[in-house]
Protein backbone atom coordinates (compact mmCIF):
# COMPACT_ATOMS: atom_id res chain seq x y z
CA UNK A 1 0.00 0.00 0.00
CA UNK A 2 1.24 3.59 -0.90
CA UNK A 3 -0.89 4.52 2.07
CA UNK A 4 -1.80 8.40 1.95
CA UNK A 5 -0.43 9.87 -0.43
CA UNK A 6 -0.76 14.17 -1.48
CA UNK A 7 -0.03 16.61 -4.07
CA UNK A 8 1.90 18.71 -5.07
CA UNK A 9 4.51 18.96 -2.57
CA UNK A 10 5.32 22.41 -2.96
CA UNK A 11 3.24 25.36 -4.24
CA UNK A 12 3.53 29.12 -4.18
CA UNK A 13 0.26 31.21 -4.51
CA UNK A 14 -0.08 34.84 -5.26
CA UNK A 15 -3.21 36.80 -3.16
CA UNK A 16 -6.46 36.30 -4.32
CA UNK A 17 -5.43 32.49 -5.91
CA UNK A 18 -7.24 29.61 -5.74
CA UNK A 19 -5.64 25.71 -5.62
CA UNK A 20 -6.92 22.61 -4.44
CA UNK A 21 -4.52 20.31 -2.45
CA UNK A 22 -5.18 16.18 -3.24
CA UNK A 23 -5.28 13.47 -0.72
CA UNK A 24 -5.84 9.88 -1.22
CA UNK A 25 -5.49 6.74 0.75
CA UNK A 26 -5.46 3.04 -0.56
CA UNK A 27 -6.12 1.44 2.84
CA UNK A 28 -9.67 1.82 2.72
CA UNK A 29 -10.15 4.12 5.68
CA UNK A 30 -13.45 5.61 6.29
CA UNK A 31 -12.09 8.84 8.18
CA UNK A 32 -10.47 11.46 6.46
CA UNK A 33 -8.59 14.74 7.63
CA UNK A 34 -7.03 17.67 6.60
CA UNK A 35 -4.80 19.61 8.89
CA UNK A 36 -2.74 22.60 8.58
CA UNK A 37 0.95 23.05 10.91
CA UNK A 38 2.30 26.27 11.24
CA UNK A 39 5.93 26.85 12.21
CA UNK A 40 6.41 25.62 15.62
CA UNK A 41 3.54 24.57 16.22
CA UNK A 42 1.14 21.28 16.51
CA UNK A 43 -1.73 20.33 14.27
CA UNK A 44 -4.91 21.96 13.67
CA UNK A 45 -7.60 20.11 12.54
CA UNK A 46 -9.56 22.18 9.16
CA UNK A 47 -12.02 19.51 7.65
CA UNK A 48 -12.75 15.84 8.37
CA UNK A 49 -15.29 13.45 6.54
CA UNK A 50 -16.20 10.09 8.21
CA UNK A 51 -17.49 8.35 4.69
CA UNK A 52 -18.29 9.38 1.28
CA UNK A 53 -20.78 12.30 0.92
CA UNK A 54 -20.12 13.35 4.71
CA UNK A 55 -18.22 16.42 5.49
CA UNK A 56 -17.50 18.55 9.11
CA UNK A 57 -15.78 21.22 10.19
CA UNK A 58 -12.59 21.52 12.22
CA UNK A 59 -11.16 24.25 14.21
CA UNK A 60 -9.99 26.07 11.79
CA UNK A 61 -12.50 25.73 8.68
CA UNK A 62 -12.52 29.28 7.42
CA UNK A 63 -10.71 29.64 3.71
CA UNK A 64 -11.59 26.01 2.61
CA UNK A 65 -13.78 23.48 1.21
CA UNK A 66 -13.66 20.10 1.19
CA UNK A 67 -15.52 17.17 -0.82
CA UNK A 68 -15.61 13.57 -0.29
CA UNK A 69 -17.27 12.02 -3.38
CA UNK A 70 -14.88 8.21 -2.66
CA UNK A 71 -13.77 6.81 -0.46
CA UNK A 72 -10.38 7.14 -1.15
CA UNK A 73 -10.07 10.69 -2.40
CA UNK A 74 -10.16 14.02 -0.23
CA UNK A 75 -9.41 17.13 -1.68
CA UNK A 76 -8.93 20.75 0.02
CA UNK A 77 -9.85 23.41 -1.66
CA UNK A 78 -8.68 27.28 -1.06
CA UNK A 79 -10.59 29.48 -3.00
CA UNK A 80 -9.03 33.01 -2.05
CA UNK A 81 -5.34 32.73 -0.96
CA UNK A 82 -4.66 34.44 1.99
CA UNK A 83 -1.15 34.82 3.82
CA UNK A 84 -2.27 33.78 6.87
CA UNK A 85 -2.85 30.51 4.87
CA UNK A 86 0.78 30.32 4.20
CA UNK A 87 1.32 26.36 6.33
CA UNK A 88 2.17 22.99 5.77
CA UNK A 89 -0.53 20.62 5.18
CA UNK A 90 -1.26 17.40 5.70
CA UNK A 91 -4.09 14.55 4.98
CA UNK A 92 -4.99 11.76 7.18
CA UNK A 93 -6.67 9.25 7.25
CA UNK A 94 -7.97 6.39 9.74
CA UNK A 95 -10.67 3.27 10.37
CA UNK A 96 -12.27 4.81 13.24
CA UNK A 97 -16.10 4.72 14.51
CA UNK A 98 -16.38 1.35 16.22
CA UNK A 99 -16.28 -1.92 14.82
CA UNK A 100 -13.47 -4.56 14.44
CA UNK A 101 -11.03 -2.58 12.36
CA UNK A 102 -11.39 0.76 14.80
CA UNK A 103 -8.13 1.59 16.05
CA UNK A 104 -8.21 5.53 16.17
CA UNK A 105 -4.87 5.57 14.77
CA UNK A 106 -4.59 8.17 11.92
CA UNK A 107 -1.66 7.97 9.20
CA UNK A 108 -0.61 11.01 7.47
CA UNK A 109 0.55 11.95 4.19
CA UNK A 110 3.94 13.56 3.51
CA UNK A 111 2.50 17.38 3.67
CA UNK A 112 1.85 20.12 1.09
CA UNK A 113 3.65 23.31 1.98
CA UNK A 114 2.18 25.90 0.92
CA UNK A 115 3.26 29.87 0.48
CA UNK A 116 0.88 32.89 -0.29
CA UNK A 117 2.63 35.64 -1.16
CA UNK B 1 -8.48 26.06 28.30
CA UNK B 2 -8.33 22.40 27.82
CA UNK B 3 -5.28 21.31 25.90
CA UNK B 4 -2.81 18.56 24.67
CA UNK B 5 1.40 20.23 25.93
CA UNK B 6 4.69 19.62 26.28
CA UNK B 7 7.10 20.53 29.36
CA UNK B 8 10.21 21.03 27.30
CA UNK B 9 10.33 22.15 23.44
CA UNK B 10 13.88 20.96 23.14
CA UNK B 11 15.64 17.83 24.50
CA UNK B 12 19.36 17.21 23.65
CA UNK B 13 20.69 13.68 24.53
CA UNK B 14 23.78 11.81 23.74
CA UNK B 15 23.84 9.15 21.55
CA UNK B 16 22.99 5.81 23.49
CA UNK B 17 21.33 7.48 26.08
CA UNK B 18 17.58 7.33 27.04
CA UNK B 19 15.16 9.64 26.16
CA UNK B 20 12.12 11.25 27.98
CA UNK B 21 10.07 12.91 26.37
CA UNK B 22 7.27 14.37 28.43
CA UNK B 23 2.99 15.68 27.82
CA UNK B 24 0.45 16.95 30.16
CA UNK B 25 -3.15 16.80 29.48
CA UNK B 26 -6.27 18.45 31.06
CA UNK B 27 -8.87 16.94 30.05
CA UNK B 28 -9.43 13.41 32.04
CA UNK B 29 -12.32 12.60 29.94
CA UNK B 30 -9.98 11.30 27.29
CA UNK B 31 -9.48 7.28 26.45
CA UNK B 32 -6.58 7.25 24.35
CA UNK B 33 -3.01 8.65 23.56
CA UNK B 34 -0.58 8.41 20.78
CA UNK B 35 3.11 9.61 20.23
CA UNK B 36 3.81 10.61 16.67
CA UNK B 37 7.34 11.36 15.65
CA UNK B 38 7.88 14.34 12.80
CA UNK B 39 11.22 14.03 10.68
CA UNK B 40 12.05 17.62 8.73
CA UNK B 41 9.67 17.81 5.68
CA UNK B 42 7.64 14.66 6.51
CA UNK B 43 4.52 13.82 7.85
CA UNK B 44 3.72 12.71 11.57
CA UNK B 45 4.89 9.18 11.83
CA UNK B 46 2.47 6.80 14.46
CA UNK B 47 4.89 5.53 17.09
CA UNK B 48 3.06 3.74 20.03
CA UNK B 49 -0.22 4.34 21.54
CA UNK B 50 -2.02 3.53 24.83
CA UNK B 51 -5.53 3.55 26.11
CA UNK B 52 -6.50 5.36 29.29
CA UNK B 53 -7.06 1.64 31.21
CA UNK B 54 -3.18 0.79 30.87
CA UNK B 55 -0.67 2.60 32.96
CA UNK B 56 2.44 1.27 30.32
CA UNK B 57 3.01 0.13 26.90
CA UNK B 58 6.57 -0.92 25.25
CA UNK B 59 6.92 -1.57 21.85
CA UNK B 60 10.65 -1.73 19.91
CA UNK B 61 13.14 0.69 21.81
CA UNK B 62 9.82 3.01 22.99
CA UNK B 63 7.47 3.14 26.27
CA UNK B 64 5.29 4.86 26.95
CA UNK B 65 3.68 5.47 30.23
CA UNK B 66 0.33 7.06 31.51
CA UNK B 67 -0.24 8.66 34.77
CA UNK B 68 -4.20 9.27 35.04
CA UNK B 69 -3.65 10.93 38.19
CA UNK B 70 -1.52 14.06 37.47
CA UNK B 71 -2.69 13.80 33.57
CA UNK B 72 0.86 12.95 32.63
CA UNK B 73 2.28 11.18 29.35
CA UNK B 74 5.59 10.27 28.73
CA UNK B 75 7.44 8.60 25.87
CA UNK B 76 10.75 7.08 26.38
CA UNK B 77 13.31 5.92 23.79
CA UNK B 78 15.96 3.72 24.51
CA UNK B 79 19.32 3.75 23.47
CA UNK B 80 18.94 6.91 21.71
CA UNK B 81 19.96 6.87 17.88
CA UNK B 82 20.75 9.82 15.57
CA UNK B 83 18.03 8.97 13.40
CA UNK B 84 15.39 9.49 16.51
CA UNK B 85 16.58 13.09 16.07
CA UNK B 86 12.71 14.46 15.08
CA UNK B 87 9.71 16.48 16.73
CA UNK B 88 7.45 14.26 19.03
CA UNK B 89 3.82 15.03 19.22
CA UNK B 90 1.54 13.40 21.75
CA UNK B 91 -2.23 13.39 20.83
CA UNK B 92 -5.11 13.03 23.13
CA UNK B 93 -8.16 11.58 22.19
CA UNK B 94 -11.45 12.32 24.20
CA UNK B 95 -13.96 9.54 24.94
CA UNK B 96 -16.69 11.27 23.45
CA UNK B 97 -15.18 11.86 20.28
CA UNK B 98 -14.85 9.02 17.73
CA UNK B 99 -12.27 10.30 15.49
CA UNK B 100 -10.60 14.15 16.69
CA UNK B 101 -7.30 13.84 18.13
CA UNK B 102 -6.13 17.08 20.14
CA UNK B 103 -2.15 16.98 19.27
CA UNK B 104 0.58 19.26 21.91
CA UNK B 105 2.71 21.40 20.48
CA UNK B 106 5.90 19.09 20.04
CA UNK B 107 9.48 18.51 21.38
CA UNK B 108 12.80 18.45 19.44
CA UNK B 109 14.72 15.83 20.43
CA UNK B 110 18.30 16.17 19.32
CA UNK B 111 20.65 13.55 19.47
CA UNK B 112 24.41 14.35 20.00
CA UNK B 113 26.86 11.91 18.19
Known amino acids: NAGVTQTPKFRILKIGQSMTLQCTQDMNHNYMYWYRQDPGMGLKLIYYSVGAGITDKGEVPNGYNVSRSTTEDFPLRLELAAPSQTSVYFCASSYAGGGHRSTDTQYFGPGTRLTVL | ?113
Open chain 2, 1 to 113: GESVGLHLPTLSVQEGDNSIINCAYSNSASDYFIWYKQESGKGPQFIIDIRSNMDKRQGQRVTVLLNKTVKHLSLQIAATQPGDSAVYFCAEKRVDSSYKLIFGSGTRLLVRP
